[in-house]
């Protein structure tokens, strides 16, 4: 068994590769096969850039507003107590709504993330 003492770990700045916008993280823990668990917070308007997890994610939204959507279909509005599952190698992004910060856990799957290209504005709002 691990533990992750949350007293004894600090936050990181989301950085430009992976985000825009002000994003802070703590990542809990990562067992072997590349399953990670953390924490994110996301100022208002900030989000991942488009990104997939090869085994899939889920987002456990705990306050705030935010926005979640895969390429190609409709966004979702996110309030606390949301749950998103993001299946395997679906090209998405998720952050905060414009007028809200938003905080979720997040446990991915499957090994390293899969950075992509910036979201743009137009994205952002696009189908919202």
Excluded at 10 to 28: C, N
Excluded at 33 to 38: D, E, I
Excluded at 100 to 125: F, I, K, N, R
Aim: aromatic share 10%.
């Amino acid at each position: 068994m691990r533990v992750d003492e949350a007293r004894g770990s600090g936050y990181e700045r989301g950085d430009q590769a992976r985000f825009s916008g002000e994003v802070w993280l703590r990542y809990a823990l990562t067992d072997d096969a590349g399953t990670t668990l953390g924490e994110v917070h996301f100022a208002a308007a900030a989000r991942t850039h488009w990104h997939r997890h090869p085994g899939g994610q889920f987002l456990h939204v705990l306050s705030g507003r935010g926005r979640a959507r895969t390429r190609g279909e409709q966004g979702r509005l996110l309030f606390p107590g949301d749950v998103v599952h993001v299946t395997a190698d679906e090209l998405h992004f998720h952050g905060g709504d414009p007028g809200s910060p938003m905080v979720h856990v997040a446990l991915s799957a499957g090994g390293p993330t899969q950075w992509g290209d910036p979201v743009a504005d137009e994205e952002y709002d696009q189908g919202f």
